[in-house]
């Protein structure tokens, strides 16, 4: 018998920020995380950041990437749609706050800023991190801190296929990957092994997992309809909960960058 070893089964970036994941087939690691990867965020009137915590409509936006910009389509309304340019068409520099940090940004489009206030309700921009942004991971005991995006905590989020197998089995209903934002979807492991690597190599590329990934309402988000429920989160807390935590998932840095593909196998270091 043939033993099954972990490979990479998918790969995932969120441009924006609590908006819809674009899945792709090969991406490049970079230190802040995957290319593309919560470079951009939308803010506030005050520059505070916004997500689907208190906004779950912001699920129903969908994100495609082109050659020169973003694409942002209403998931219902298909032919409602704006262009992020990635050149700028309304740059100015500005602070903004995600959590306790704040950030240097610039304004990306002010067409963007209409479209999104009108999808949302709400008077809000959409800006980009600025190539200087000093925002840094959180500090663990033992690990250096790294240079991160607009994502919660960390450059990189990994989740087992087999995982979420044993998660669904418990719930009254399935529920899919995207719930919970991965960047790297890993098939072939044991359930919940991922939680016991320290270490571990996808095509030459080094990567670290700094800590288990704390579980907040978005997971109870249905990414499809835009709606919330009580699950996963209740059944996760059954027997994912350690303190007042409820984890799924792992969170990573890379040592180094380089281009990984769906496919590439996954050699556990440690």
């Avoid at 995932?12 to 087939?25: A, D, F, I, Q, T």
């Avoid at 959180?138 to 919660?152: C, H």
Wanted: include cysteine.
């Amino acid at each position: 018998m043939i033993e099954e070893r972990p490979v990479l089964s998918e790969i995932w970036v969120y441009p924006v920020k609590s908006l819809g994941g674009v899945r792709l087939e090969s991406a490049q690691v970079q230190e802040r995380g995957l290319q593309y990867d919560r470079r951009w965020l939308i803010v506030d009137e005050n520059g505070k950041f916004i997500t689907q915590r208190t906004y779950p409509e912001m699920a129903l936006i969908d994100v495609a990437i082109g050659e020169d910009n973003l694409v942002l389509s209403h998931r219902i309304y298909e032919t409602n749609a704006v262009t992020v340019p990635f050149s700028p068409d309304s740059s100015a520099e500005l602070t903004v706050r995600i959590w306790k940090d704040m950030v240097s940004a610039r304004t990306v489009s002010k067409a963007a800023d209409s479209w999104l206030s009108g999808q949302l309700q709400k008077q809000v921009r959409i800006v980009e991190l600025a190539g200087n942004a000093e925002r840094k991971s959180p500090e663990i005991a033992g690990n250096a801190r790294t240079l991160v995006s607009f994502a919660d905590d960390f450059p990189f989020l990994l989740t087992s296929e087999t995982s979420l197998d044993d998660l669904n089995s418990r719930l009254p209903e399935p529920v899919s990957m995207n719930r919970f934002r991965p960047n790297f979807v890993i098939a072939g492991a044991a359930t919940f092994e991922e939680d016991q690597w320290k270490s571990i190599q996808i095509s030459g590329i080094g990567f670290d997992l700094i800590s288990p990934c704390e579980r907040c309402v978005v997971v109870t988000i249905d990414q499809e309809t835009g709606r919330k429920g009580l699950e996963p989160l209740r059944t996760l807390s059954k027997y994912r909960r350690q303190d007042r935590h409820i984890f799924f998932g792992q969170n990573l840095i890379s040592h180094n960058t380089g281009q990984i593909r769906v496919g590439d196998a996954v050699q556990i270091i440690s």
